[in-house]
């Protein structure tokens, strides 16, 4: 298979991944280069050849992978499109009702006054899979081109220069043997390769790996569990957006929620594990059930029905995280650079300024046709320079002090966060890989080394395997699996004994199953539903042994974000 011929392609920029900030990114651009070309006779610069400018996106459509419903700080889009609201931007509800609330099993606080981070009054919400499907509008408009079904798999190199794209292969079946369909992935060669994959994209992995490119601290991440509710009208409150924890159990691990209103009488009610955890039944999709059980949920959703349901990574180091953003002929943005705010959590507004940032700087390297790190290297100039690095600032060691403990953020850190504009008691505290966490079951207290039990009613509550159907996830099931993993053998053996696979609790999506191996009596050996994959990236990262590797599968393929 790797010595087939392979169809090349040209293009001066090429955006990988069609989020938000890349497709803010390639409209910026555009109307950067306008910008500049109206102004170069008056201002005595050179004019630029107008680009060719490419997006590539996985989802078969762009904003289907894009996991609806979002609250956006409009700080951004306002720099990107100042009459963004005129230009038809779909904003659902503009929030004025922020809320911060201590949760219990029993009673719910909510606190009388909302915390800085969690103050979104005068956001917009939006579907973010509208978002992406009206930036990508903006950018056709423009003259920028948009490949959706094309997932890129390769990074190409010459050298220490990124060069462009492999995309992947298409009508592979399962031995990897083409099929009469089979089409083989093409060469996108550029100037400028822009990795905004989102988060543990699996090209921005390769790069930083083979350019060392690597943060201060590791990456740490925690799993978004997102469902959509059709409520009844009276537990509708357009505008309201809550954010809460449930205690006492985050002053162990710190997990959260967050809630708002769309149109249509549908709420997005979201809840965030940590993947830096000990405990090996970690499992995301469970912690989001659990939590509707308490009484404040339960009493939201009687009588709604489910709409939809999704799961998503989100990168939480922050700053001491992010890698560093340029190569020779590449760039990082977004969630692919760890850009997301931890302490807010909110990444939309990171991706789109980063992604002007990033453009801006292309702006430069096609006026002087220098794509090394020379020009590209400006990039970091102008990031530290922005609003964006001064957020940043002040959330530099959140995630630090969590990883020290919950209980130290909560109860000593936080007031010294505040009044030191995020330095807090020390600065540039650790942040661990979250997969180094895990603890073996010996080493947890008895009452710890099960699985706990969880019965789903089927009204509120219900089973990965039933929910995944509302994901609208589907793959082809006759093609490579496209989660490698490395050795299957750890799978049977140690990973059984030290950790009980912890890959069937953390994977929100049903994807990984222990089952009997019929070959060995006693045995079980790991099962693949990778028809089920909902493109979360939570395996990748959480596997403590780190043999597992997400791969796009063919292009077109994942879950189906649209409908939310
Ligand atoms: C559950 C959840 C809720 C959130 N809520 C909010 C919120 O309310 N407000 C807020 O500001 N932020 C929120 N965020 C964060 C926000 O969604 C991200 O920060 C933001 O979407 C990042 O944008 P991006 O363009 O960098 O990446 P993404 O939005 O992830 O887009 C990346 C795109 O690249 C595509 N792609 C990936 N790999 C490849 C490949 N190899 N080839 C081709 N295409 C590829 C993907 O399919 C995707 O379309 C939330 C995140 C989650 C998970």
């Not at 989802?59 to 894009?66: S, T």
């Not at 038809?88 to 904003?91: A, L, Q, R, V, Y």
């Not at 592979?172 to 990897?176: A, L």
């Not at 950790?499 to 912890?502: L, M, T, W």
């Given at each position: 298979m790797s010595e087939i011929e392979r169809e090349s392609m040209e293009v001066d920029v090429l955006f990988v991944g069609a989020g938000p900030a890349n497709l803010a990114a390639a409209y910026h651009l555009m109307k950067s280069v306008e910008t500049h070309n109206g102004n170069a006779e008056a201002e005595g610069k050179e004019p630029i050849e107008p680009p060719v400018v490419l997006v590539i996106e996985k989802?078969?459509?762009?904003?289907?992978?894009?996991l609806s419903g979002a609250v956006i700080n409009p700080i951004a889009l306002r720099e990107l499109m100042p009459d963004f609201v005129e230009q038809?931007?779909?904003?659902e509800y503009v929030t004025n009702d922020s809320q911060f609330m201590f949760f219990t099993r029993g009673p719910s606080i909510k606190s009388p006054v909302c915390p800085p981070m969690f103050q979104k009054n005068g956001y917009h919400v939006a579907s973010l899979s509208n978002v992406a499907k009206w930036l990508g509008e903006k950018c056709e408009e423009m003259g920028v081109e948009i490949y959706p079904g094309f997932a890129a798999a390769q990074i190409l190199t010459e050298g220490d220069r990124v060069i462009g794209v492999r995309t992947g292969d298409m009508g592979?079946?399962?031995?990897?043997n083409p099929k009469p369909t089979f089409q083989p992935g093409m060469d996108i060669v550029a100037n400028v390769t822009v990795l905004?994959?989102?988060?543990?994209?699996t090209l921005s992995k390769q790069l930083i790996d083979l350019f060392d490119m690597h943060g201060l601290n590791e990456q740490s991440y925690k799993t978004g569990i997102k469902e959509i509710w059709r409520v009844k009208p009276e537990n509708h409150q357009p505008g309201r957006v809550i954010h809460g924890s449930l205690f006492p159990d985050a002053l162990h691990q710190m997990d959260g929620m967050w809630l708002y209103d769309m149109k249509d009488n549908l709420v997005s009610f979201g809840y965030v594990t940590s993947l830096?955890?000990?405990?090996?039944?970690?499992d995301p999709h469970l912690n989001a059930q659990r939590f509707k059980t308490i009484p404040f949920m339960r009493k939201l959703l009687e009588g709604g029905e489910l709409v939809r349901y999704g799961a998503k990574c989100v990168p939480m180091g922050g700053l001491y995280s992010?890698?560093?953003?340029?190569c020779n002929g590449a760039l990082l943005v977004g969630d692919a650079a760890g850009m997301l705010n931890p302490m807010k959590l909110a990444g939309v507004h990171m991706a789109i300024k980063t992604g002007m940032l990033a453009a801006e700087t292309i702006v430069d390297a096609l006026a002087k046709q220098d794509f090394s790190?020379?020009?590209?290297?400006?990039y970091t100039e102008r990031y530290k320079n922005s609003w964006a690095y001064a957020e940043h600032m002040e959330s530099r060691n959140w995630e630090g002090s969590i990883d020290v403990s919950p209980l130290f953020l909560i109860g000593l850190n936080m007031p010294f966060l505040m009044a030191t504009k995020g330095r807090g008691?020390?600065?540039?505290l650790k942040v661990h890989a979250s997969h180094t966490a895990m603890k073996k079951l010996w080493e947890l207290p008895p009452s710890k080394r099960e699985k706990a039990e969880f019965e789903f009613d089927g009204k509120l509550t219900f089973s990965k395997e039933h929910l995944v159907g509302f994901s609208g996830t589907a793959h082809e099931?006759?093609?490579?699996?496209?989660?490698?993993?490395?050795?299957?053998d750890v799978c049977s053996t140690i990973c059984t004994r030290d950790?009980?696979?912890?890959c069937e609790s953390f994977c929100?999506?049903?994807?990984?199953e222990m089952v009997e191996d019929p070959e060995q009596p006693g045995i079980k050996k790991l099962f693949i539903h990778?028809?089920?994959?909902?493109?979360?990236k939570t395996c990748d990262i959480a596997?403590?042994?780190?043999?597992i590797t997400w791969t796009p599968p063919e292009g077109g393929e994942g879950p189906d974000y649209t409908q939310m």
């Open positions: 989802a078969a459509g762009v904003g289907d992978h894009q038809g931007f779909p904003t592979v079946d399962r031995d990897g905004g994959e989102g988060v543990r994209g830096t955890t000990e405990d090996p039944h970690n992010q890698p560093k953003l340029y790190t020379k020009t590209l290297g400006d008691l020390v600065d540039k099931s006759d093609q490579p699996h496209h989660l490698k993993v490395a050795d299957p950790y009980g696979n912890p929100p999506a049903a994807v990984y990778h028809e089920n994959c909902v493109h979360c596997d403590p042994y780190q043999i």
